[in-house]
């Protein structure tokens, strides 16, 4: 018998075996489905077949990394780092990558298509056809449609599901939720500053080993990133001085020079009190500024808006309104009167106030040391919990020992309701110490998003002009609050309890939807509240010998020598076909993912020499990964500070499109729930913080095995709260509000503060004993976040909780 033919008889007995399932609930149908032998460890034997294949793994951690794989029996039975790549240093692996081998074959796979027979949340299903559950699927999308018109339904791929394409949005202009509200808390403080993507660093972090000091600012690789610890590592061996600033004392924190334990959601007190002492201590790189920075643009203090010229400008792309505007000017000290910035016969004022045709004119710099003038030490150092001398210290060392380099994290400070003022704030510190653009200086979110490897060309599959997505007038995270017109929903992947705060609330707003499907790999938290359920493959499966095609670490990787899909599962791409061929589309979308990959790479050397030789035969031939000519460990991007995709082409501090609301400077906000002075503390005294871990990404893993045998649910709580409440490591505690509550098991931890809580970020609803994490969660709204790039972020951190014994 051949190996295909065994493939196929396995896929046989599963199909029948998950056809006897019958009209059980979905834990009955996957008992009867999940087979021993095939869910069991791969065992060793003489007859047994091998072959390796190199497959794209994850690209939601941003790493990409390609892992060799050993497949035996058709089975995924090692994973190990790639062994095709241009040198060591794009050559790695972490827990999450050498855990797909039981990941892949978890009990909580989703196996077949399955219809909800009991309400929405009882997680009551019988298994259907994949025809009955597509036509289902597509009738009901259309009849939304057609009573209350194409924004009435709501399409969203996850980061949970495959991002490579989304075509089935644009193919009936449905509504696909509008900002993400995540990881983008700082970006929207940063973006108006040096431009809408200015979180991702212009340098790579190879330069780590170069820079004097870097401070990890809420940010912690080497738990959350930890493939990307490594740039990190070799700056401490080469003597870099390392603070890591988190409320908690985490795996980089152990690692580091100095930890900074600030108090949850004060990090921008921290970093005002950094700017106050750079001021007033004079630390500030006045070259840099001149040149680089809107410090000399001329305000009109009476009206708060900056003074500019009648010759226009391109809009800011960081803003929402995106009004143009007026060049900026200056007050050249040589004609004694305001000038364009960009005039080089200008030599401008840095500070000075001017009155001039009816106007009091000011420099923002000016305005800048005004408002510091407000500030004092001694306040930031009690709002943050960081001593004054210690804050001095830490800008001494930033300013005048540099090259220095800022790297921010997604998540910790930035998921409090005040992370654009952090955001805000930390631009104006890099900007006035002068430390971008050079070797060893610079900010933002390196890991993985750093300008780290060259960038390929590849061709993006386009559908016509009259495909493309609907108006979201309402974004994902706002419709159980906000009016709109969604009756009907289809995701790939648990959005609605990844994507929100306070479940309980999204929960009840998906209940109220006439229909909801979810295409997911596992049985996620939103798989019980759907209607019909689809099971999707991992991304070591397909229904061909290759997948994705991707530009990662500076390679080209074409994913192939693939495994059979598991059970019924289908790979993304066939899903979307058979649902566009509902609607009669299908011919508008790729038939393969060969027919894809080859079409990416077509001619994209004539556009790019760079390109030459890297062709879809070339990649099979090479087990699927190329390296681009300038990759390696030497590469480094020149990134500068000469221009920025701000309206001015320099840093640009002043907000002026938030005069009216107070913020034109980063004037210091508490968080929305989550501050001292809060009287909810009184009957909610503890801080409740989530973030990343090396076990998972976000929600993804929660079903593997192996890890859920040491890392379930657990609170980390300190020994202080946890003796004054009688808790002790493996009891189950409830955490609540007034919004929600969960059990989950108590890990007393001292590398907490006292009165902070923090727990990894949120698994499957189906691991607790009661609840889930996103049930105390916070769903407040920053009301100028509607008029930032990004939207407003979900808080998640910006709660308060009591914790007592379950």
């Not at 077949?112 to 025809?131: A, C, H, M, T, Y």
Request: proline share 5%; aromatic share 10%; glycine share 8%.
């Amino acid at each position: 018998m051949s190996e295909s033919q065994k493939t196929l008889s396995r896929r046989g007995f599963l199909k029948g075996a998950g056809a006897a399932a019958g009209a059980l609930g979905l834990a009955g149908a996957a008992g009867m489905t999940a087979t021993n032998n095939w869910l069991a460890p791969a065992t060793a034997h003489a007859e047994g077949e091998e072959r390796v294949a190199h497959l794209c793994h994850q690209f939601h951690c941003l790493t990409g990394c390609n892992l060799k794989c050993t497949i035996r029996d058709e089975r995924v039975s090692l994973i190990e780092p790639s062994d095709l790549m241009s040198d060591d240093t794009h050559s790695h692996i972490c827990l999450r990558g050498i855990a797909e081998v039981d990941h892949i074959y978890s009990k909580d796979r989703l196996q077949v298509p399955l219809k909800r027979v009991g309400e929405r949340g009882e997680g009551e299903f019988v298994q259907i056809s994949w025809d009955e559950a597509i036509k289902t699927i597509a009738d009901n999308l259309k009849e939304a449609q057609q009573k209350y018109g194409e924004g009435a339904v709501f399409i969203r791929k996850s980061t949970e599901a495959g991002l490579d394409f989304d075509f089935l949005t644009q193919l009936i202009h449905a509504d696909s939720g509008g900002n993400w509200g995540l990881d983008r808390g700082q970006a929207n403080g940063l973006g108006p500053a040096f431009g809408p993507w200015s979180y991702l660093p212009n340098r790579s972090h190879w330069e780590f080993k170069d820079a004097a000091t870097i401070i990890e600012l809420s940010h912690n690789p080497l738990e959350s990133a930890m493939v990307w610890s490594r740039p990190l590592m070799d700056a401490k061996e080469a003597g870099t001085y390392i603070v890591c600033i988190d409320p908690r004392f985490t795996g980089t924190a152990a690692k580091a020079n100095e930890w900074l334990p600030v108090k949850p959601g004060t990090d921008a007190a921290l970093i005002q009190g950094m700017l106050k002492a750079l001021v007033d201590n004079g630390w500030y790189d006045e070259e840099f500024i001149m040149a680089h920075t809107s410090c000399p643009y001329l305000v009109d203090r009476t009206t708060g808006k900056s003074y500019r010229s009648a010759e226009v400008m391109a809009p800011s792309t960081a803003v929402v309104s995106g009004e143009e505007v007026g060049a900026p000017l200056v007050w050249d000290t040589v004609t004694n009167a305001p000038a364009l910035y960009d005039d080089p016969a200008v030599v401008p004022a840095l500070e000075g106030e001017w009155d001039f045709e009816g106007a009091k004119l000011v420099t923002e710099f000016t305005l800048i040391k005004e408002w510091l003038d407000g500030i004092t030490l001694e306040w930031a150092a009690s709002t943050s919990g960081i001593d004054q001398e210690t804050i001095v210290a830490l800008t001494d060392r930033y300013a005048n020992n540099g090259p220095a380099i800022i790297d921010i994290g997604l998540g910790g400070a930035d998921k409090y309701t005040n992370a654009d003022v952090l955001g805000h704030a930390t631009a104006m510190l890099v900007a006035l110490a002068g430390q971008y653009g050079k070797k060893g200086a610079g900010y933002g979110s390196y890991c993985g998003l750093g300008a780290n490897d060259p960038g390929s060309t590849l061709n993006w599959w386009s559908l016509p002009e009259e495909f493309y997505y609907g108006e979201s007038p309402v974004s994902m995270y706002d419709m159980p609050y906000q009016e709109n017109n969604i009756h009907a929903a289809l995701t790939f992947g648990d959005a609605f309890t990844l994507e929100a705060g306070a479940a309980n609330d999204m929960l009840n707003w998906v209940k109220s939807l006439d229909f909801f499907a979810i295409c997911d790999l596992y049985h996620s938290s939103a798989v019980d509240y759907a209607d019909i359920v689809l099971p999707a493959c991992t991304k070591f499966e397909c229904e061909e010998n290759v997948k994705q095609l991707r530009d990662s670490l500076g390679h080209v990787m074409l994913a192939n020598g693939m495994i059979d899909p598991l059970f019924e599962s289908k790979s993304d791409l066939q899903i979307e076909r058979l649902l566009a061929a509902q609607w009669g589309y299908e011919d508008y979308l790729p038939k393969t993912y060969e027919e894809l990959a080859r079409f990416m790479l077509d001619g994209v050397a004539e556009l790019d020499p760079r390109m030459e030789g890297i062709t879809y035969e070339a990649l099979l031939a090479n087990g699927g990964v190329m390296a681009l000519p300038e990759t390696g460990p030497d590469y480094r991007p020149d990134g500068t500070a000469d221009f920025f995709l701000t309206p001015s082409g320099r840093i640009e501090l002043y907000f002026e499109y938030l005069y009216d609301q107070g913020h034109q400077l980063p004037v210091y906000e508490d968080a929305n729930e989550a501050f001292e002075s809060n009287p909810k503390k009184a009957q909610f005294p503890l801080y409740f913080t989530q973030g990343k871990s090396r076990y998972r990404i976000h929600a993804y893993y929660s079903a593997c095995e192996w890890f859920a045998e040491d890392f379930g649910p657990a609170l980390n709580i300190a020994p202080e709260d946890a003796e004054a409440r009688g808790i002790q490591t493996g009891d189950d505690v409830r955490v609540y509000n007034d919004r929600g509550s969960f059990v989950a098991t108590a890990l007393v931890n001292r590398s907490l503060q006292p009165g902070v809580l923090f727990m990894a970020e949120t698994t499957y609803t189906r691991y607790y004993k009661e609840g889930f994490l996103q049930n105390v969660t916070n769903s407040a709204r920053l009301e100028r976040g509607y008029s930032m790039f990004f939207g407003p972020q979900i808080p998640y951190n910006d709660v308060l909780v009591e914790v007592e014994k379950a």
